[in-house]
């Protein structure tokens, strides 16, 4: 398969795009204007490994007086200590506390997520550049591991998922997207596995299970909670009793220590866990558990058992794999991984430790293999043998530079091509009702859980939808583009018109029922990561229906471009309509609450990229989010965190429809900020990000913003100096309205993490 390789230009700041957020972030939320933000007035953080009270933030100088009142909300600061000098101290006492957010994990269970404040963002910046060397060098020790960094990053490879054919048309800001590295999924190229799937498809895998007959797999209990700060600088100077008994515990310039000093203060000085959610946090954890993995092959060493002889062990993130012959094997291994964790504070999860006899599959493997055999039975479109002359240069892995290549020249078509393609025939078809009564099978059958399997089902069910409306369009694009035809008799043209009425008429009812297992299956187990795949065969289908075909044809004397519709509005209004249904059950089904705000918000963000007609009306919204009326007769919202609040305003927009609760948002956000007590509130990073996100928001007046400087504390004159710096589009956190849905989803599924 090809992929389009593209060099990066290294710059320190993209740290921020790749390694400080959590993948469970909308869509909206980027990073892009905050690296800009310090790439444009040279923004870093200088560390003194030895004396952190001389750690300084420094800028550019005669930068605006907006970007030194921004930097001195980051830093805590009053914008009087920032005029005319281009460097500050930052101080020792400068905890942060992390905007936390909970996602669905299991059936009533969360997952607590943190966005680290930006000054932090900055921090780890400035930390990767100093200690990237001594990172690599910690992260390599162990052979047990499967993700591990192994090199600063120089390229990335890209492959389009949405097929140019579903668009239709050339994408001619495609460079400008790469350079500013929203693909970049880390900071560093790893070694070996980037999602945990790929282990089980490998020779290593495989290899295992021809040599040992035993596997246990268990992960270690809560392990990201349960990380003691202070044991980074053990795992990295030769183990807990040496660390106490040669060095002296402070600020003694080592990676370990100075790392473990960030991460209590952007946890609000907390030794006990670390953030949930950023890269840097799983590389902090990759090198405690490589030395505990060496410590237990030296133990077992010494006891005469051999890796890759013996036993073979190997580790994903806090995933173990040990394979093994003979029991005492297990018995010393099971000893060491116990006493070397517990002495790092850390233990095995009892209820995930699962033992296997050869052969190693699991229920949840064979569910998926019955998954794909039922979506190759049930998502199907059957075309006569002999393929069109021009099908072959739209193979399935066709390179990305190829495609857009050929979509440059003028597409061929005749009376004899036309001709064939009126002789061809074809099927498309989805059997919904038989497809939701088999995967529920599936599920009984092996005795898994729906949220075990929903991410790959719809992932693949979307997948598959690609690739059958490429083919699709492989007889429905001559159609389209047959009025290039000139003298075409008036009976072969109503032949076209009625074969295009037909077609039409068929993807209308494959769309609906493909949208009807899809929403159904997804109603068992609405995760972030569910609405994401969700969200991309949806924008899938949507640009499909709603885009034309664009041809360009160079002249000698000038360039011509061409524009053929694709569909009639019929089809367009049945399969939107039916999205717009399908969403406002899972908004019916799903009420709001503090536990579960975005999993299903994200699919307003479909809901604006489609036509306004299809939007929700305010009274089903005020019903989801739960608005209530209190004994003076005024509207109320429940709690909302920073995300909820950008989320709506973004989708409500300027639509007049919404704007009574536009206000009541706006209200919300000022109650929410006014709430944290005022000498937190710089330290808060959910206030500072809401604070600079609604003075960024295009959809807010001046005088709403001035209400949430207000709510801020903010002078008058730091208020306006805000609205002046983001008055010229400029934007921190939040990309208001130059979101590109597509181009936004496919960078997301890039950084996913966890298979």
Not at 103 to 126: C, F, N, S, T, W
Not at 169 to 189: A, G, I
Not at 266 to 284: A, D, L, Q, W
Request: proline share 2%; with cysteine; glycine share 2%.
């Amino acid at each position: 398969m090809k992929r389009k390789k593209i060099k990066l230009r290294y710059k320190k700041e993209r740290v921020v795009f790749s390694d400080v957020l959590p993948y469970e972030l909308p869509i909206t939320f980027t990073n892009r204007f905050f690296y800009r933000f310090l790439v444009k007035n040279g923004v870093e953080y200088v560390i003194n490994p030895l004396n952190s009270k001389d750690n300084k933030i420094r800028w550019n100088k005669n930068t605006s007086d907006g970007v030194r009142q921004i930097l001195a909300i980051l830093f805590g600061k009053n914008f009087n200590d920032l005029n005319g000098i281009n460097e500050i101290k930052v101080g020792k006492n400068n905890s942060t506390i992390p905007f936390s957010y909970r996602v669905i994990h299991k059936r009533g269970k969360y997952r607590e997520l943190a966005v680290v404040h930006p000054a932090d963002q900055i921090k780890m910046v400035a930390f990767y550049e100093k200690y990237k060397s001594l990172i690599l060098y910690y992260c390599q020790q162990s052979r047990f591991s499967l993700r591990h960094p192994h090199a600063v990053a120089c390229y990335f490879y890209y492959r389009d998922r949405l097929h140019h054919t579903l668009l239709g048309k050339r994408s001619d800001d495609l460079e400008l997207f790469f350079n500013e590295y929203e693909n970049l999924k880390t900071f560093f190229s790893y070694k070996r596995y980037t999602q945990i799937f790929h282990f089980y498809e490998d020779y290593r895998y495989q290899r295992a299970e021809k040599k040992f007959t035993n596997l246990r797999k268990f992960d270690i209990q809560s392990c990201f909670n349960s990380i003691y700060t202070h044991s980074i600088a053990w795992a990295t100077n030769g183990g807990k009793a040496i660390y106490k008994q040669f060095f002296n515990g402070s600020e003694d310039g080592t990676l370990g220590c100075v790392w473990d000093s960030l991460m209590q203060k952007m946890n609000y000085n907390e030794t006990n866990g670390i953030v949930i959610g950023p890269e840097f946090s799983r590389i902090f954890a990759e090198i405690i558990l490589q030395y505990i993995d060496c410590c237990v092959e030296n133990d077992l060493l010494a006891k005469g058992y051999r890796w890759n002889v013996d036993y073979e062990c190997y580790r994903y993130v806090d995933d173990y794999f040990f394979f093994y012959n003979n029991q005492d094997v297990l018995e010393v291994a099971n000893e060491s991984f116990a006493r070397h964790l517990n002495e790092y504070k850390l233990s095995i999860s009892k209820e995930k430790t699962e033992d296997f006899v050869r052969p190693f599959i699991t229920p949840i493997s064979r569910a998926k293999l019955a998954i794909d055999r039922l979506i190759n039975e049930t998502v199907s479109i059957n075309i006569d043998d002999d393929v069109l002359k021009y099908n072959e240069d739209d193979e399935e892995d066709k390179d990305i530079s190829t495609i857009i290549e050929s979509d440059e020249k003028e597409y061929n078509i005749n009376k004899e091509r036309l001709e064939n393609v009126l002789k061809k025939k074809h099927t498309l078809y989805f059997r919904s009702s038989y497809f939701s009564s088999v995967f529920q099978d599936i599920l009984k059958t092996n005795n898994v859980e729906a949220k075990d399997v929903l991410n790959y089902t719809i992932s693949r069910i979307a997948t598959k939808c690609e690739r059958m409306l490429k083919k699709y369009d492989s007889l429905y694009k001559p159609l389209c583009l047959s009025e290039k035809i000139k003298k075409l008799p008036k009976e072969k043209r109503e032949e076209v018109e009625k074969r295009k009425r037909i077609m039409e008429h068929e993807l209308s009812l494959f769309l609906f029922n493909l949208l009807d297992s899809s929403f159904f299956i997804y109603s068992f187990n609405k995760q972030v990561n569910s609405t994401l795949k969700m969200m991309i065969l949806l924008n899938n289908i949507i640009i499909y229906l709603d885009s034309v075909y664009t041809e360009t044809k160079n002249d000698k004397r000038k360039k011509e471009i061409h524009q053929y519709k694709r569909f009639t509005d019929d089809i367009r209004a049945n399969v939107f309509k039916k999205i717009q249904d399908e969403i406002n059950v899972v908004f019916q089904c799903s009420h709001y609450n503090e536990n579960v705000q975005l999993e299903t918000l994200y699919f307003l963000i479909t809901l604006r990229s489609m036509r306004n007609k299809y939007l929700l009306s305010p009274d089903v919204i005020e019903k989801y989010l739960g608005v209530s009326v209190n004994d003076k007769g005024i509207k109320q919202m429940p709690h909302m965190n920073a995300l909820s609040i950008t989320l709506l305003l973004y989708y409500f927009s300027n639509k007049a429809k919404y704007s009574e609760l536009k206000k009541l948002v706006v209200a919300k956000a000022c109650e929410r900020i006014e709430s944290t007590p005022e000498d937190l509130r710089k330290k808060t990073s959910e206030i500072v990000i809401l604070l600079l996100d609604l003075m960024a928001c295009p959809y807010l007046n001046d005088d709403e913003k001035k209400k949430v400087g207000n709510s801020f504390e903010l002078d008058p004159k730091e208020t306006n100096k805000l609205l002046s710096y983001f008055k010229n589009g400029r934007y921190m956190f939040t990309n208001w309205n130059k979101l590109h849905v597509t181009k936004e989803l496919n960078a997301k599924i890039s950084q996913e993490v966890y298979a």
